[in-house]
């Protein structure tokens, strides 16, 4: 395990992510990543091979881009350029243009400081992370390595349909028999990648639509708006009386929505609407939803009244899709709001996920209000303990804690104590129907790591 934390000097838990302009998110590593993904992915000298990029509205795409777009075309490879495109819409142009690889630079939910790259092989799926390591191998070579000669240096060409493309490819998800007319939909775009085309494609079903976040400048993506801040959602549909709100995150591969009265609705619940709705139309596949360790409980035993199974994975967007591939599922996500619906997307898209919910709202004609509480959440706490070192989790007196935890929710309830994938943090998750036990739980398993972290 040690061994392959310190190949991957780069890629996290989802793709190279970083502070603009400070290692790793620089314009050296980006040249790096095109140069050593080219070379990767450009396998058959007989043809050309193509690369597609996409990316979100912060000023220093800039610069990353750019830098892509040299790595790759002093390999060989010709490069489409989309411009401000979400995440979703770049996997799909990915295997709908035959490319070899395609890129997105952004930095999803995170503050316009950050940026970074996610990658998507042919298939439209996120590279594994054997694929990532491999890319990985080349980065460090020398930058003379593998170049091609002059004439078959790479062309460069930009796409200027790319999002009618993707606005015509969602539309198509909504039932073809529906419309939206006599809706208002107050839909947040995080002054980011979907700032265009998620109006547009509302409005074209036939919505009456008041866009927020749509003045990108560069730096005021996912600033107190988007998924991550969704007050200014929940005001602008008590204002407009709207029927309901969506709020995307910088690259609109996740979504928060909200009811009528400005209630929000996670991710979980989305999830068990969209399930029994297609259930009940033979439509859901894989005999259920697929969620990570982080989804509550309710939602476990919802799915399973329904005579489904849910099956959990780790937290991570690329694990939840993993299991959905390998069970043959076409629902999955997370709390957070990453929605997979793989009959339309290889990974998670807020617009698209948005849609279903409303096709459930126009197909029962009910209220947002009375379809969002598809199941009673048993009560769930977490807390984050910080630490400055070492491996708190093998303290004996914390793997005691936990073990006494686990025994005192005796099957009523769930434990998951979890190291963050990207801070010096350990989580503590607990859920069960007695909420002072939770509660209780959470607070002698914390104070067990908060000892362990000072020694």
């Not at 190279?16 to 620089?26: F, K, Q, V, Y």
């Not at 489904?308 to 957070?336: H, W």
Request: net charge neutral; hydrophobic share 40%.
């Amino acid at each position: 395990m040690t061994k392959a934390k310190t190949q991957r000097r780069y890629f996290g838990t989802d793709g190279i992510r970083g502070r603009a302009n400070t290692h790793p998110m620089t314009a050296e590593v980006a040249l790096r990543v095109g140069l050593a993904a080219g070379k990767l992915f450009r396998r058959d000298p007989d043809r050309r091979h193509l690369v597609v990029i996409g990316k979100d509205t912060r000023l220093s795409g800039y610069m990353i881009e750019p830098a892509l777009v040299a790595g790759f075309t002093s390999v060989g490879m010709d490069v489409r350029l989309f411009g401000p495109l979400p995440t979703p819409a770049v996997a799909m142009m990915t295997r709908s243009m035959r490319a070899d690889l395609g890129v997105m630079v952004s930095a999803s939910h995170n503050s316009s400081a950050d940026n970074g790259i996610k990658l998507f092989g042919p298939d439209g799926y996120k590279l594994s992370d054997e694929r990532e390591s491999e890319i990985e191998s080349f980065m460090d070579e020398g930058l003379q390595d593998g170049l091609a000669p002059p004439l078959d240096l790479g062309r460069v060409t930009r796409i200027d349909d790319a999002q009618a493309r993707y606005v015509e490819i969602a539309k198509a998800t909504f039932p073809r028999q529906l419309t939206l007319n006599g809706l208002r939909i107050v839909i947040d775009c995080a002054h980011g990648a979907a700032y265009k085309v998620a109006p547009l494609a509302l409005y074209e079903l036939g919505a009456e639509v008041m866009p927020l976040g749509v003045a990108p400048t560069g730096f005021n993506i996912n600033e107190e708006c988007g998924s991550t801040h969704p007050e200014a959602m929940m005001r602008a549909v008590k204002e407009y009386r709207a029927d309901i709100g969506i709020a995307l995150d910088g690259d609109a591969d996740r979504l928060t929505v909200c009811d009528e009265a400005g209630r929000v609705v996670d991710g979980d619940q989305i999830m068990a609407l969209i399930a029994k709705a297609w259930a009940d139309k033979d439509q859901l596949r894989g005999g259920g939803v697929v969620a990570t360790i982080m989804s509550n409980l309710g939602f476990q035993r919802f799915v399973e009244g329904l005579g489904l199974s849910l099956e959990r994975t780790q937290v991570g967007d690329r694990y939840v899709v993993e299991r959905m591939r390998k069970g043959g599922f076409n629902l999955g996500g997370e709390p957070s709001g990453h929605i997979v619906l793989s009959d339309f997307s290889t990974t998670g898209d807020g617009l698209i996920a948005a849609l279903q919910v409303l096709a459930v709202m126009v197909q029962s004609g009910r209220r947002l209000s009375e379809l969002a509480r598809q199941f009673e959440p048993v009560p769930q706490r977490m807390e984050n303990v910080r630490f400055a070192g070492g491996e708190p989790l093998k303290a004996a007196h914390v793997k005691a804690a936990i073990a006494d935890g686990e025994a005192r929710l005796n099957g009523a309830g769930r434990l998951v104590v979890r190291a963050s994938g990207t801070e010096p943090l350990i989580r503590v998750m607990a859920e069960g129907d007695d909420e002072a036990l939770v509660k209780a739980v959470i607070r002698d398993i914390a104070s067990a790591v908060r000892e362990a972290a000072l020694v």
